[in-house]
């Protein structure tokens, strides 16, 4: 079975500023995908970003960029230039044969 | 470009009481469709996923049974609700392998009494 573990319940940035969010995982898949999701007040699940575990290279959208350590089975987020609307739960998720949710990070942006 | 619907949005519903949620994906064909469950300030827990029509595979033996009628309906049903089954519930869909990136509903709140 996969675990994701999130071990911050919560964060806060000031806004423009820099916030890196924290997440593990533990796998015996070789062919996996990891996931960053956005659930805002709405609760909606909006997908951030996504990484390859077979890439070396960092994804990265816009302000949105990783840290994959695969070694270490480390995923983390980066947010640059936080916003306002960047405030919700952030959860972590690693796919092999199904999605494994972590317990989420509550993101509060501070103006 | 493919939107995912789900109804109703806040369902509120004695103990006891039947249920039916709906999911329905527009904009793609032969989807694979999944129902989540997260409850108050957790992460998400799989219920069901479908590969296709009639093909239903569950993840957690509970109170709740899933349908998938037509391609891209996907149906979340119970008997008797029970306390326990109030939480928030998404429906997603992703295409291709299992492994590929799945998009979320707006979800739909249940509160059981």
């Known amino acids: 079975a996969q675990t994701v573990t999130q071990s911050q319940p919560e964060m806060s940035v000031q806004e423009a500023e820099t916030v890196t969010l924290s997440c593990t995982y533990d796998?015996?898949?070789?062919?996996?995908?990891l996931f960053w999701y956005k659930q805002p007040p709405s609760r909606q699940m909006i997908l951030v970003i996504r990484?390859?575990?077979?890439?070396?290279q960092n994804a990265t959208e816009n302000r949105f960029s990783v840290n994959f350590q695969k070694a270490a089975k480390s995923f983390s987020l980066k947010i640059s230039d936080s916003q306002l609307g960047d405030a919700a739960m952030y959860f972590c998720?690693?796919?092999?044969?199904?999605?494994?949710f972590g317990t989420g990070t509550s993101l509060t942006v501070i103006p | 470009s493919q939107t995912i619907h789900q109804w109703p949005a806040t369902l509120v519903q004695p103990v006891g009481s039947p249920l039916s949620l709906e999911c329905t994906v527009e904009?793609?064909?032969?989807?694979?469709l999944y129902w989540y469950r997260q409850a108050a300030g957790r992460g998400l827990q799989l219920l069901f996923y479908?590969?296709?029509?009639?093909?239903i595979s569950s993840e957690v033996p509970q109170n709740l049974s899933a349908s998938r009628p037509q391609d891209r309906q996907f149906i979340l049903s119970s008997k008797k609700l029970l306390l326990s089954d109030s939480g928030f519930y998404l429906c997603?869909?992703?295409?291709?392998?299992?492994?590929?990136?799945?998009?979320f509903g707006p979800g739909t709140r249940l509160l059981v009494l």
């Open positions: 997603a869909w992703s295409m291709g392998r299992l492994q590929e990136t799945q998009y």
């Open positions: 796998t015996s898949e070789s062919d996996y995908y």
């Open positions: 990484q390859e575990a077979y890439k070396q």
């Open positions: 998720a690693s796919l092999g044969n199904q999605f494994y």
């Open positions: 904009g793609t064909s032969n989807p694979n």
């Open positions: 479908s590969v296709g029509i009639g093909q």
